[in-house]
Antibody, heavy 119, light 109 residues
Framework: QVQLVQSGAEVRKPGASVKVSCKAS????????IHWVRQAPGQGLEWMGW????????NSAQKFQGRVTLTRDTSISTAYMELSRLTSDDTAVYYC????????????WGQGTRVIVSS | EIVLTQSPGTLSFSPGERATLSCRAS???????LAWYQQKPGQAPRLLIY???SRAIGIPDRFSGSGSGTDFTLTISRLEPEDFAVYFC??????????FGQGTKVEIK
C-alpha cells in the first residue's frame, strides 16, 4: 500500500543537528512533492518546507531558512530533513507528507519522528 | 502572510450531535486550496476535505466542508465516538507556502 515510513526517535543536545528520513513505497516517489511538518508538544502543525523528488528543488518556510536542509535519494525512494543548530524549541514530532499533485493537499503522512533536544 | 484562525479552541458535544467547526482566513483565499485534517492523539493527521468541499478517499459522508473567501466550515453531521479528535484547516498559498490553523479540539461533553 501507499505509505511513508520515517526513521526512529532522536535525542540531541542543543547546538547539534538531526537528520530524519522518510521512505516512500507503493507509488512513484518521483511523481509527488514531499513536505515536512512539525508539531511541538501540545501545539499545532507547522509547515517547514518541501522537496521535489524528481529534480531535488526545495523551498522552506522563512523561519527555517538557513537551518533546514531537504534532500532525497531517488534510488531508495527516501527523502531527508536535516535541521541544524538545534534548541529546545525544536523539540517536536516531525512528519513527512505527500502532496497530491491535483489538490495540493497532503494525502499521505508518515508516522512521525519524535526529536527531543535536551542538555 | 495569510493567517488561519480556528475558534473556539475546544468544542464539546455528545455523540450523535452535529458539529460545526470554523476556519477564518485573514484575507480572501481560493477555496481550491483549503483543506481539513483530523488528528487523533499519538497519530499523524489524516486528510478529510480538500478544495474546501471535496471528501478525500475513504472519508465518511457525515463529514462535509463548505465556504469561500475568508470563512470556511467543517461539519460533522452526526458525531461518532471515533470523531472526537483535533481538526486543522490548511491553506496552500503563493510563494508557495502552506499554512495551518491552530486547530479545534472536539471533545465529549
Amino acid at each position: 500500500q501507499v505509505q511513508l515510513v520515517q526513521s526512529g526517535a532522536e535525542v540531541r543536545k542543543p547546538g547539534a543537528s538531526v537528520k530524519v528520513s522518510c521512505k516512500a513505497s507503493g507509488y512513484s516517489f518521483s511523481g509527488y512533492y514531499i513536505h515536512w511538518v512539525r508539531q511541538a508538544p501540545g501545539q499545532g502543525l507547522e509547515w517547514m518546507g518541501w522537496i521535489t523528488p524528481q529534480i531535488g528543488d526545495t523551498n522552506s518556510a522563512q523561519k527555517f531558512q538557513g537551518r533546514v536542509t531537504l534532500t532525497r535519494d531517488t534510488s531508495i525512494s527516501t527523502a531527508y530533513m536535516e535541521l541544524s543548530r538545534l534548541t529546545s524549541d525544536d523539540t517536536a514530532v516531525y512528519y513527512c507528507a505527500r502532496e497530491n499533485a491535483v489538490t495540493n493537499a497532503f494525502d499521505i503522512w508518515g508516522q512521525g519522528t519524535r526529536v527531543i533536544v535536551s542538555s | 502572510e495569510i493567517v488561519l484562525t480556528q475558534s473556539p479552541g475546544t468544542l464539546s458535544f455528545s455523540p450523535g450531535e452535529r458539529a460545526t467547526l470554523s476556519c477564518r482566513a485573514s484575507q480572501s483565499v481560493s477555496s481550491s486550496y483549503l483543506a481539513w485534517y483530523q488528528q487523533k492523539p499519538g497519530q499523524a493527521p489524516r486528510l478529510l476535505i480538500y478544495g474546501a468541499s471535496s471528501r478525500a478517499i475513504g472519508i465518511p459522508d457525515r463529514f462535509s466542508g463548505s465556504g469561500s473567501g475568508t470563512d470556511f466550515t467543517l461539519t460533522i453531521s452526526r458525531l461518532e465516538p471515533e470523531d472526537f479528535a483535533v481538526y486543522f484547516c490548511q491553506h496552500y498559498g503563493s510563494s508557495p507556502t502552506w499554512t495551518f490553523g491552530q486547530g479545534t479540539k472536539v471533545e465529549i461533553k
